[in-house]
């Protein structure tokens, strides 16, 4: 007997707004199945608005409003059955992040839930790695965003610990983030990774998936530090303008790749990672997961 469910997931980050739709499959006898049916990704940047107004801009709130329309629609098209809508740091800081919410139940109908830190970090972490790991190694778990990095240590197969901080690439293009907020994430990883012979990185977020599809590599195969900190030389070598037209990245791509890949490789100086794993998971694929296993709420389609 199979099952094949719809479920979706919105994202609303600092730097982008995503849409993920998936399929979740069930047959008699087997584990459940998680298959990405379609991704819609728009570069709306509220932590730019946010993080040096405090407020989202009226322009912004209405490209918040017609995109979450837009998302209703897909959804409803695609038959999704269950959807979870999660707003993170730049949502929770503005203060009318509560007001522009509101506003979107009232012309969408999408209720968006406004998460902290550290549950962002618990619903990345629920993302089923055994796919991609081994369940004899530790890894650092590193989600990088515009507002905030998650980092989670995973022992194995489980994880032991989360944390989030506000080091975010829109945070650093915009200079703000305060030297002890580094040193406080620094004390954190060592503090954490130190009683482990060896540790690799799990790295996840837009930015690492777009460096990890330039490489080559096959999925599953690791980056070295080496690798990464070359690619970053490289990118301090173009100007924005250069990275759009030779390097061929999107423009809201081009300057926060940069301080993104910084802040992966000061995660493997501090725990002394070699090797940085991509899997291509994040916020929205841990929503996903965790409204099928009920260990977060969910709204009917």
Same mark, same amino acid.
């Given at each position: 007997?199979?099952?094949?469910? /719809?479920? =979706?997931? !919105?994202?609303?980050?600092?730097?982008?707004?995503?849409?993920?739709?998936?399929?979740?499959?069930?047959? #008699?006898? %087997?584990?459940?199945?998680?298959? %990405?049916?379609?991704?819609?990704?728009?570069? &709306?940047?509220?932590?730019?608005?946010?993080?040096?107004?405090?407020? *989202?801009?009226?322009?912004?709130?209405?490209?918040?409003?017609?995109?979450? /329309?837009?998302?209703?629609?897909?959804? #409803?098209?695609?038959?999704?059955?269950?959807? #979870?809508?999660?707003?993170?740091?730049?949502?929770?800081?503005?203060?009318?992040?509560?007001?522009?919410?509101?506003? &979107?139940?009232?012309?969408?109908? @999408?209720?968006?839930?406004?998460?902290?830190?550290?549950?962002?970090?618990? !619903?990345?972490?629920?993302?089923?790695?055994?796919?991609?790991?081994?369940?004899?190694?530790?890894?650092?778990?590193?989600?990088?965003? $515009?507002?905030?990095? +998650?980092?989670? *240590?995973?022992?194995?197969?489980?994880?032991?610990?989360?944390?989030?901080?506000?080091?975010?690439?829109?945070?650093?293009?915009?200079?703000?983030?305060?030297?002890?907020?580094?040193?406080?994430?620094?004390?954190?990883?060592? /503090?954490?990774?130190?009683?482990? +012979? %060896?540790?690799?990185? *799990? $790295?996840?977020?837009?930015? &690492?998936?777009?460096?990890?599809? @330039?490489?080559?590599?096959?999925?599953?195969?690791?980056?070295?530090?080496?690798?990464?900190?070359?690619?970053?030389?490289?990118?301090?070598?173009?100007?924005?303008?250069?990275?759009?037209?030779?390097?061929?990245?999107?423009?809201?791509?081009?300057?926060?790749?940069?301080?993104?890949?910084?802040?992966?490789?000061?995660?493997?100086?501090?725990?002394? =990672? /070699?090797?940085?794993?991509?899997?291509? @998971?994040?916020?929205?694929?841990?929503?996903? #997961?965790?409204?099928?296993?009920?260990?977060?709420?969910?709204?009917?389609?």
């Amino acid at each position: 007997m199979l099952s094949i469910k /719809k479920y =979706a997931a !919105i994202d609303i980050g600092s730097n982008a707004v995503r849409l993920l739709i998936a399929n979740i499959i069930e047959e #008699k006898g %087997k584990e459940v199945r998680f298959k %990405k049916s379609s991704l819609v990704r728009v570069p &709306i940047r509220l932590g730019a608005d946010v993080f040096l107004e405090q407020n *989202i801009s009226k322009y912004n709130q209405q490209r918040m409003l017609d995109t979450m /329309k837009a998302f209703k629609l897909l959804m #409803k098209s695609h038959k999704v059955v269950k959807y #979870k809508a999660c707003a993170t740091s730049a949502m929770r800081e503005a203060d009318n992040g509560q007001q522009v919410s509101e506003a &979107i139940l009232k012309h969408s109908n @999408i209720k968006i839930d406004i998460i902290d830190g550290e549950e962002e970090a618990a !619903i990345i972490a629920a993302t089923d790695l055994h796919a991609f790991i081994d369940d004899s190694k530790t890894y650092l778990y590193v989600d990088v965003g $515009g507002g905030s990095t +998650e980092f989670s *240590i995973i022992h194995n197969g489980k994880k032991i610990t989360s944390r989030s901080f506000k080091i975010g690439t829109v945070r650093l293009l915009n200079d703000i983030v305060k030297n002890e907020t580094w040193a406080e994430a620094e004390a954190w990883v060592i /503090k954490h990774t130190a009683e482990y +012979e %060896k540790i690799d990185l *799990i $790295g996840s977020g837009g930015n &690492i998936n777009k460096i990890f599809k @330039i490489s080559g590599k096959k999925l599953g195969k690791p980056l070295t530090y080496f690798y990464l900190s070359s690619y970053y030389k490289t990118l301090q070598t173009y100007s924005y303008e250069e990275r759009i037209t030779e390097l061929d990245l999107n423009q809201d791509r081009a300057d926060v790749i940069i301080p993104a890949t910084r802040i992966y490789l000061s995660a493997m100086k501090w725990s002394g =990672a /070699k090797d940085i794993y991509v899997p291509k @998971i994040g916020l929205s694929d841990g929503i996903i #997961k965790s409204m099928y296993h009920n260990t977060i709420s969910s709204n009917t389609q």
